[in-house]
């Protein structure tokens, strides 16, 4: 095969790979620590349920910028922060009221301005049935905010590539 066919199939291969890769492309989101008894429990079932709906991103990341920006996640420019910083679509908190069959998780997921898109109440967590019920929402509330406030991702122009004088751009995403 010459160099040619080999630079077309290439080309083809990446132009293949891009497109496909585009449509299956899941929004990044970090879910960050939810306060009250029961909080960690919660968040943990929400990162379960989503887990393979989204790209989780670690959330000792978002404590750092958080930490960086003397800001808090409660905040609407804590949130934008951990979002533009990060390059997230979507940034996930909550907490925890009440105690045993009366706690509630409240889920809620913010987009890369910061602002609050959605919320969802379910629970309790720590027991079977709230625990599927905290799962439950947190997908219905991703579903929500992905209708409302759909993932935009900007391309990342990287360095251009010569190959035989040809010079191809990569955009990565």
């Known amino acids: 095969m010459s160099s040619h066919s080999w630079l077309v199939v290439l080309l083809g291969g990446c132009l293949w790979f891009g497109a496909s890769s585009a449509y299956a492309q899941k929004p990044r989101a970090v ?9 960690a429990k919660a968040r943990a079932q929400v990162v379960r349920a989503l887990r ?26 804590g949130r934008a922060a951990i979002a533009e910083d990060l390059g997230l679509d979507y940034v996930i908190w909550g907490r925890v009221r009440g ?54 991702r900007q391309a990342k122009r990287v360095e251009p590539i010569v190959v035989e004088d040809i010079e191809l751009s990569l955009i990565h995403i």
Not at 31 to 39: A, I, K, L, P, T
Not at 52 to 77: F, M
Not at 121 to 145: D, T, Y
């Open 52 to 77: 393979d709906q989204a790209e989780l991103e670690p959330r000792s990341e978002a404590k750092k910028v958080l930490s960086a920006e003397n800001a808090k996640v409660s905040s609407v420019s």
């Open 99 to 152: 105690r045993g069959s009366a706690a509630r998780a409240e889920i809620r997921i913010a987009g890369p301005k910061g602002k609050q898109i959605t919320e969802r109440k379910a629970g309790p967590p720590g027991q079977s049935k709230g625990n599927e019920r905290i799962r439950k929402a947190a997908r219905a509330a991703l579903a929500k905010a992905m209708e409302v406030a759909p993932a935009k």
């Open 31 to 39: 879910v960050m620590d939810f306060e009250g008894n029961g909080g």
